[in-house]
Nanobody, 123 residues
Framework: EVQLQASGGGLVQAGGSLRLSCAASGFTFDDYAIAWFRQDPGKEREAVACVSGGGSYYSDAVKGRFTVSSDYAKRTVELQMNNLKPEDTAGYYC??????????????????WGQGTQVTVSS
């Protein structure tokens, strides 16, 4: 079974940094896109970063502050979040879907989801 587990969330002051990790198992890693989503209660779910086909992609809201990277040997995808802002507060989820190297990984639907980790940024 495909399993995804996000970890690394916490409480941080504005301007600080956190590093999230998504541990993936149960699928052929290279064939899938893996994305980080976030959702605060009452707000729309937003894809913030993804990896697919050797490329990394970011939403405008986080570009220049967040960096996504994949480790094929360890089967993890990490999200380094720098210069955090209060508006970054959300539950962060990693997701995966069969993509075959698609460059549209911010705009496609995802089938497999992890449980998420909470990120809270204080003023």
């Amino acid at each position: 079974e495909v399993q995804l587990q996000a970890s690394g969330g916490g409480l941080v002051q504005a301007g600080g940094s956190l590093r999230l990790s998504c541990a993936a198992s149960g699928f052929t890693f290279d064939d899938y896109a893996i994305a980080w989503f976030r959702q605060d209660p009452g707000k729309e779910r937003e894809a913030v970063a993804c990896v697919s086909g050797g490329g990394s992609y970011y939403s405008d809201a986080v570009k220049g502050r967040f960096t996504v990277s994949s480790d094929y040997a360890k089967r993890t995808v990490e999200l380094q979040m720098n210069n955090l802002k209060p508006e970054d507060t959300a539950g962060y989820y990693c997701a995966a879907t069969l993509a075959y190297g698609s460059t549209w990984c911010l705009r496609i639907g995802y089938y497999y989801w992890g449980q998420g980790t909470q990120v809270t940024v204080s003023s």
